[in-house]
């Protein structure tokens, strides 16, 4: 035996290397940064969510989960789960292969008609989930803009990072929300076609973007605008277009993306924009072209959904006066809540491995499921638990998170305010 380059051993007769030893050396580097993730065993009970039951090492046991991007729990709405059922019964689960050959179902076509109008565009396409409409969708626009420059905001979306990177074009990233920063570099830019790449809300820190300040700047300086709205669907606006439509901004982007996968409660994603730009991203986009489809099972219960939610502000409000009880009853228990102005409720931590030893407790000793953020999701130093209350987490619900949160800072030794660590109500 010999050493290789590398430090593994090789025979000279060509006997293959120990390939496993890249792989577990790379697990090995993970879990020294305690940044492992360990996925909880965990079943949704429809009709009774938030309740769940999650299968531990001892056994299942109920909890009541806090950390679902099911915004308003449409994934168990009767109407929605209906729709997928029948449609699976009358035409069957899968679609078929790529759209391009034999997956162009009715159901799609429906459900892209439904998405257009919500944003009032010409036209919607629809993906396999929100990551790739993004990857896809700015890769695949950018590149065909000649000479395109992104310009990107810092705290934007891996999906749309990676979508920046793979479009191949020059990009210059403007600082989190800083429309000054983005005037410079748009001045500096000249007269070259420019694409300016956000979202409406960041999901970490739970704040929103200057849309229309943004979208002043384009219309200045000749820049068109491409603007995730993954976390505001459904959730925000009269009828659920997001924060664009709220704020009433709906008109002035070219581009809005969102995902059926989070308050619509199914599955998918997609891009809304002129007919002229959807029609060139189904045609030159390798990450729709050569996917199978969305089967139509899943597009008519994200029709349900869209339909559902444009009609019904029901849950709009419900969940946001859970939201707002949440965050009044954790911050007057004296928990370190990062202050948002959405339904983002970040409780900070600020290490990983207490961040994860905090997550652990909830689950095992409180039946409360929150999963840990970590790094590279969030920057070291702002581990956090991300807690996302939804409009089926009862007052009851928030007064049991409220005393398990603060019987595990204590327990951890995490900070405190003195009034909540000398009191005996939580």
Known sequence: MVANTDGSRGDPAGSKPDYQRYFR???????????????????????RYPDAVWHSPAGPRPITVWCSNDY????????????????????????????????????IVGLERELADLHGKDGA??????????????????????????LSDALNHNSMIEGVRQSGCEKVIFRHNDVEHLEELLKAAGDRPKLIAFESVYSMDGDISPIHT????????????????VHAVGMYGPRGGGIAEREGTMHRLDVIEGTLG???????????????VIDAVRSFAPGFIFTT??????????????????????????????????????????????????????????????????????????????????????????????????????????????????????????????????????
Not at 25 to 47: M, S, W
Not at 320 to 348: C, E, F, N, W, Y
Request: glycine share 8%; net charge positive; hydrophobic share 40%.
């Open 293 to 426: 489809a969305l089967p139509p099972a899943v597009a008519a219960a994200a029709t349900a959904s869209v339909r559902h939610l444009k009609a019904s502000t029901v849950e709009r409000q419900k969940h946001q006066r859970q939201v707002a009880r949440t965050k009044a009853v954790l911050s007057g228990a004296g928990l370190p809540l990062l202050d948002t102005v959405t339904h983002i409720v970040p409780v900070m931590v600020g290490n990983a491995e207490a961040c994860k030893a905090a997550s652990d407790r909830l689950l095992e000793k409180h039946g409360i499921y929150i999963q840990p953020i970590n790094y590279p999701t969030v920057p070291r130093g702002t581990e956090r638990l991300r807690i996302t209350p939804g409009p089926f987490h009862t007052d009851a619900h928030v007064d049991a998170l409220a005393r398990a949160l603060v019987e595990v800072w204590t327990a951890l030794d995490l900070p405190l305010e003195r009034h909540v660590q000398a009191a005996t109500g939580y």
């Open 262 to 276: 989070k308050a619509f409660g199914v599955m998918g994603g997609y891009i809304t924009g002129a007919r002229a």
């Open 72 to 107: 308003l729990g449409m994934g168990q709405n009767r109407d929605v789960t209906r729709a997928m059922v029948e449609t699976a019964w009358r035409i069957g689960t899968g679609a078929g292969g790529t759209r391009n050959i034999s997956g162009n179902s009715h159901a």
């Open 25 to 47: 050396l790379a697990l090995d580097r993970l879990q020294a940064e305690r940044r492992y993730r360990v996925f909880a065993d965990i079943e949704r009970l429809a009709g």
């Open 125 to 150: 396409l629809v993906f396999t989930s929100g990551y790739v409409s993004n990857q896809t969708g700015i890769s695949t626009i950018a590149k065909l803009i000649p000479n395109c420059l992104i």
């Open 214 to 229: 943004i979208c002043d700047l384009a219309e200045r300086y000749g820049a068109m605008t491409y603007l995730d709205e």
